[in-house]
């Protein structure tokens, strides 16, 4: 059967929006927050048409939000909601529970920065702060990415060997308010696709009934998170599965991350979300003048593909990693600290180096990626970097 | 990356400036092109000095900043001249067009600029009171872009218009064909120096 | 009792049989003991109504004993025994 080819016009939330639209979750819990309001506020339209069967539940915050969409979870239902920066700051102790009774909950998450100063626009520190949580995170560029990503993440938080949350990440307003062109599955594909949830346990099984979240003490609380643990295990495997699945109805390959003219390049930036697009367009410049420049852009951090990584990587003479949110570790961001962690017992290390950038939506520019370039460049000629962690584009 | 066309909206809230970057966004897109249309999102208000931009080129567009060097600057106000420099960073041989009663070489002069760059202008409020019977620019600003930068057919781009616009008022057919006459007037009215 | 390994757990800290707090023998926690003296009882099942862990036993409405896998020795029972000359007194274990 032929793919679909036909291109629409969407922003990044309508097409999540649509994506959850064909998903047609039994319960979706709804609590707005900037830049996510609009996921909901679409599907909201989408149950007033009787185009879902979906029961909404409107809540009064995030914490609840949360609260419902496990407790639905739990009782045997395909639940979601969908949060940005404060929201999945105040749901942030429910992570831990969702993941802890190993509830397959696909949530949107419209990455923004965290307050304060306060501030609506994109960084990556709301969804930083939650990659000890116990949940899957996966990252796309752009408003197909995070169309195809919503669609995987139900599969993969689903599978009987995962049983895990997933958040779907994607930048706030840079993708979630930008009209692009992207192609849709069509709806009966994605049915098939996601399938029936058959819940190993739900609540609301009468004739087998069970109990959620009983106190559990030392002698048995390191088992239940050692299982946690495998379950995360087990996502390697099945992120792929679901990719190479998914490539069927799709046409769309995904995988760990996206290399980008990398085979050969010697100066590489590592690069989350949709400032990787923004790179693609400078490592063309570049690779015209004949410069070994290429770029990787992971897409899942939870779990880490450590080893997929240092592999991709383990030609390159300089790599920059752009991280966009603080640790405040005053070592680095989040995923170079974790890539160098994973190069530890690589026998082969390129030089590193880290940017800070992009914090509370600064635009970032092909000047800003040129740049970076170019330091990557004096630093391979150095044979050193003159800086270990740099905050791009700001004043002094 | 061959063909690409970067435009920047300047306008006032509540002009339609986000409106207008994603029916032109839609519209190319129906055509066949690759696009995106976004607003900055800042401190908005009805009123406050805003941004918005559309890319629309014939392969995939991955850069996802915005846009500093524009191809066409798109002015939905004119008062917003003076302000605001709404020629910073206009490629050469680019192209300001002006929503204003005024005349190319008048506004021109009014911008004092130095550059190589053509000015239009085009009375898209007053089209837009005389066919929608609101002060609403912003379709009658498309159809003047049409006219100065032909990256689709006019005629073609107006079917797709119509059927954007269908969808958008449906069955509000006085707006819809408002909307069209409109774009139609400014394409034939719009002037340049 | 053995305690099983993360692999043969139920997962999520589910707890998939029913009743089974049966098996959790609370009455290991008890300092004192209810003893029963079934001649001065006249089978009011005060003590039934009142002990927090059902640890009376009682058949077609006659008290039987006590359940000492599961009394706690918590002494309601002997408290509540309306009889002046208790039924159920508490002794050291």
């Known amino acids: 059967m032929a793919l679909e080819t036909k291109q629409v016009a969407m922003t990044g939330n309508e097409a999540v929006a649509n994506a959850i639209k064909q998903i047609n979750p039994d319960v979706i819990a709804a609590y707005p927050i900037t830049p996510q309001t609009d996921i909901v506020q679409f599907y909201s339209t989408f149950v007033a048409n009787g185009l879902v069967d979906t029961q909404m539940v409107t809540v009064e915050s995030e914490h609840s939000a949360m609260s419902a969409t496990i407790g639905a979870s739990a009782a045997g239902a395909r639940a979601m909601t969908a949060t940005s920066s404060q929201g999945l700051a105040l749901m942030h102790e429910l992570l831990h529970i969702a993941s802890g009774f190993r509830l397959p909950i696909a949530m949107p998450v419209v990455n923004r920065a965290v307050s304060a100063p306060i501030n609506i626009h994109c960084d990556h520190s709301d969804t930083m702060a939650a990659l000890t949580t116990g949940w899957i995170q996966i990252y796309g560029e752009n408003a197909q990415e995070a169309y195809d990503n919503m669609i995987q993440a139900v599969k993969i938080a689903e599978d009987p060997r995962v049983k895990l949350p997933v958040m779907v990440c994607y930048d706030g307003f840079i993708t979630s308010h930008a009209v692009e062109n992207l192609v849709l599955v069509p709806d009966e594909k994605v049915k098939e696709f996601v399938g029936e949830y058959k819940p190993q346990h739900r609540l609301f099984d009468f004739d087998n009934p069970i109990t959620f979240g009983p106190l559990v003490l030392p002698d048995y609380f390191s088992e239940i998170k050692a299982q946690e643990a495998e379950g995360m295990l087990a996502a390697r495997e099945v992120i792929l599965e679901v990719a190479k699945e998914y490539e069927k109805i799709s046409g769309r390959k995904y995988g760990w991350f996206e290399g980008y003219k990398l085979d050969d390049a010697e100066r590489v930036i590592v690069v989350l979300s949709s400032a990787a697009g923004t790179a693609k367009v400078v490592v063309d410049e570049l690779r015209a003048q004949g410069e070994k420049v290429g770029l990787l852009k992971p897409r899942v951090l939870r779990p880490f593909p450590a080893e997929e990584l240092v592999k991709a990587l383990s030609g390159a003479k300089v790599v920059a990693v752009m991280d966009r949110a603080e640790t405040f570790s005053t070592q680095g961001g989040q995923i170079f600290t974790e890539l160098r962690a994973a190069f530890y017992e690589a026998p082969k290390k390129p030089l590193m180096r880290n940017y800070i950038f992009g914090l509370g939506g600064r635009d970032t520019t092909t000047a800003h990626i040129r740049t970076v370039f170019e330091q990557l460049k004096q630093d391979q000629e150095r044979g050193s970097v003159d800086r270990k962690v740099t905050h791009l584009d700001v004043r002094v | 990356m061959s063909n690409l066309v970067e435009i920047r909206w300047h306008a006032r809230g509540g002009q339609g400036a986000k409106t207008a970057s994603t029916l032109l966004a839609e519209a190319a897109l129906s055509a066949g092109k690759y696009v995106q249309g976004f607003p900055e999102y800042g401190p908005e208000r009805m009123g406050a000095p805003i941004l918005a931009f559309n890319r629309i080129g014939d392969e995939p567009i991955t850069i996802h900043s915005n846009v500093d060097n524009p191809d066409v600057v798109m002015v939905l106000d004119p008062s917003l001249i003076g302000p605001v420099n709404v020629a910073e960073g206009l490629k050469d041989g680019g192209v300001i067009i002006v929503n204003t009663d005024l005349d190319p070489v008048t506004v021109k002069q009014k911008l004092g600029v130095p550059g190589n760059f053509t000015v239009a202008t085009v009375d898209a409020s007053g089209i837009a009171v005389a066919t929608i019977g609101r002060d609403i620019p912003n379709t009658p600003m498309i159809g003047a872009l049409l006219k100065l930068r032909e990256f689709l057919p006019f005629e073609s781009f107006m079917e797709r218009m119509r059927h954007d616009l269908e969808r958008k008022f449906q069955g509000r057919q006085a707006i819809i064909e408002g909307n069209l006459s409109a774009m139609r007037r400014a394409y034939q009215e719009v002037k340049q120096a | ?93």
């Open chain 3, 1 to 93: 009792m053995t305690m099983k390994g993360y692999k043969d757990l139920p997962e999520g800290g589910v707890i998939t049989e029913k009743g089974n707090s049966v098996l959790y023998k609370t009455g290991e926690w008890r300092s004192m003991r209810p003893n029963y003296y079934p001649e001065g009882c006249v089978h009011c099942l005060m003590c039934w109504v009142f002990c927090p862990d059902s640890a009376i036993k009682v058949e077609n409405g006659k008290m039987l004993g006590i359940d000492y896998d599961h009394c706690k020795g918590c002494g309601i029972c002997a408290r509540e025994c309306p009889r002046k000359e208790k039924a159920l007194q508490m002794v050291k274990e």
